[in-house]
């Protein structure tokens, strides 16, 4: 892991790990980012929920320590099932009373015949008909943006942990704090089976029907599979012809003229945005469509950069006013894609104004702040930049479609005193019976204090021979059957712990063909 990478660890470690109260009695912490993409996404779940993508991002640097991944996993799943987590479920009930009072700025986002008598994107709406009132954020008809990402965040959790856990109870908060028992396994099911009834996509907001949305749970689906070997994503592939045929129309020359946003099927309207910025709107679902359906993701990023005009380098990105959101999310895309020319010139914006630098108290933390007068930097926008600095491309397609399910058996290591020594590197060859760490000091006044750690499921400890730095070690001992611990100091060091030879594990990474 790079610099940038141990950084934003190290600040998504602080809000992780730091006690607040999600309760209807308390209010998360002001980093939580619930200040971006007004009116949608001002709830601070949005920030719990994408802060988990880059989790299985750095597995791929160390799949032999995991911990910390984990760790943070579960307070964001924590967070997630509470008041806060569903707040706009609990709180939005029924019609928007300020409905013809939104700001200018807002009804961009709505169809202009419907101004004036139709709730903004982000008003939930729980209680409108024909639904009623639904007390339960996971059970309800709407409010899949919920759902959806709860169940991608638990299948992120369940692949840094290599822990199963899909039977296991987990409490929800709902309306009037009324606490609903689900577990991943039916979550994952009541999703798969909306997909079933609804080939338009189920919906969030009361009526809206988000790709972006749905896409991501389209996208938690694929992963409980990969892992659990069911076939709950199997209706997907409908959805995306669907949104293919009708959220997707093109001028009589083949490019993009309309993507939408969202659709309502009460009012059989598509909310797309006016002329190229149609293109916005097929940004921010690349990231969830390409590992489910690579060809269509491509053909959605090609048109939008023909439309936006950003594959002609004579024409500025900033013609259209991008905003942090459209750029991280093309940058993303044209990485992955190997689109240089597009990923040259967004990094280069990346590089000159969105401010990446290094803060806290010791200068170890890391974070973009896109020129926001902030405490604190924005997560919602700093998660999807971070994907470009946490692993190369190809990673998150591997997450999904051939996940390194052999980690969990492997050599790997606990205990680690996280976050005074930090892991920068932890990887078994098991085809030379060897794991190499790379160890750092993410809190730098913590730089040479002792610290120790263990390495288990180790094949015959008493057999290991431990390198640091190059030189012979006998700063070890066995700990157990199948374990050692390794002493040392805080600080920068390369760690060779070779064990007896064993079966190797067949190689499940590949790169996407």
């Given at each position: ?29 002001p980093?939580?980012?619930?200040y ?8 601070p ?9 880059v ?14 991944y984990t760790r ?19 709180t ?6 300020g409905v013809?009072r ?7 986002n709505?169809?202009e015949p ?8 982000g ?13 339960d ?5 709407g409010?899949?943006?919920?759902r959806?990402w ?12 290599g ?12 309306y ?20 079933r ?24 689906l ?31 020359t ?7 946003s969202?659709?309502d099927p ?6 797309s ?5 149609a293109?916005?709107?097929?940004l ?11 060809e269509?993701?491509?053909w959605?990023?090609e ?21 942090p959101?459209?750029?991280?999310a093309a ?14 010139r967004?990094?280069?914006i990346?590089?000159r104004?969105?401010?990446p630098r290094?803060?806290g ?13 902030s405490t604190?930097p ?12 946490c692993?190369?491309p ?19 290591l ?15 060859d ?14 730098p006044s ?20 431990v390198?640091?730095d190059g ?6 001992h066995?700990?157990g059957?199948?374990s ?5 100091d ?18 499940l ?5």
């Amino acid at each position: 892991m790079n610099d940038r990478t141990l950084g934003w660890l190290r600040f998504m470690w602080d809000k992780a790990t730091t006690p607040d109260d999600w309760s209807d009695l308390g209010e998360p912490h002001p980093w939580w980012d619930r200040y971006s993409a007004p009116p949608m996404c001002v709830f601070p779940r949005f920030d719990v929920a994408y802060m988990g993508y880059v989790l299985p991002l750095m597995l791929e640097a160390t799949p032999a320590w995991r911990e910390a991944y984990t760790r943070i996993a579960d307070e964001l799943i924590r967070r997630y099932v509470s008041f806060w987590g569903a707040v706009d479920w609990c709180t939005l009930i029924g019609p928007d009373p300020g409905v013809d009072r939104y700001p200018p700025e807002w009804l961009v986002n709505v169809p202009e015949p419907l101004r004036g008598r139709y709730a903004i994107p982000g008003w939930t709406g729980n209680g409108v008909e024909p639904w009623g009132l639904q007390p339960d954020p996971v059970g309800a008809d709407g409010n899949l943006f919920y759902r959806g990402w709860l169940n991608l965040l638990l299948g992120i959790r369940r692949y840094v942990s290599g822990e199963t856990g899909e039977s296991q109870p987990l409490d929800i908060t709902g309306y009037q704090n009324r606490q609903f028992t689900w577990t991943h396994k039916r979550i994952a099911e009541f999703i798969s089976a909306q997909f079933r009834t609804r080939p338009q996509g189920p919906h969030c907001e009361n009526t809206k029907i988000w790709p972006f949305c749905v896409s991501a749970s389209g996208l938690g689906l694929k992963l409980y599979d990969v892992l659990l070997g069911t076939t709950l994503h199997e209706p997907f592939p409908r959805w995306v012809e669907y949104a293919r045929q009708h959220y997707v129309s093109l001028t009589s020359t083949g490019e993009l003229d309309t993507f939408a946003s969202y659709y309502d099927p009460i009012e059989q309207r598509r909310m797309s945005l006016p002329g190229p910025l149609a293109a916005y709107g097929v940004l921010p679902c690349l990231l969830h469509l390409y590992p489910q359906d690579r060809e269509f993701a491509v053909w959605l990023y090609e048109l939008a950069m023909r439309r936006l005009g950003w594959n002609n380098p004579d024409i500025p990105l900033s013609r259209l006013g991008p905003g942090p959101q459209q750029l991280s999310a093309a940058l993303w895309m044209a990485r992955e894609v190997g689109d240089i020319g597009i990923e040259d010139r967004i990094r280069a914006i990346v590089e000159r104004d969105f401010q990446p630098r290094f803060f806290g108290d010791e200068n170890d933390r890391f974070a973009f702040w896109f020129g926001y007068d902030s405490t604190w930097p924005r997560g919602q926008i700093n998660a999807t930049m971070m994907l470009t600095e946490c692993a190369c491309p190809g990673a998150w397609w591997r997450v999904f479609n051939q996940p390194n399910v052999a980690l969990a058996s492997e050599p790997a290591l606990r205990g680690v005193d996280y976050p005074s020594i930090g892991i920068r590197r932890a990887q078994n060859d098991m085809a030379q019976h060897v794991l190499n760490i790379e160890t750092t000091a993410v809190t730098p006044s913590r730089r040479g204090n002792p610290t120790s750690f263990t390495v288990d499921q180790l094949p015959g400890p008493d057999e290991v021979s431990v390198t640091v730095d190059g030189q012979d070690s006998s700063g070890w001992h066995v700990t157990g059957r199948n374990s050692i611990r390794l002493d040392l100091d805080v600080g920068e060091h390369q760690i060779r712990v070779a064990f007896p030879g064993a079966a190797a594990s067949p190689a499940l990474h590949s790169s996407p063909p």
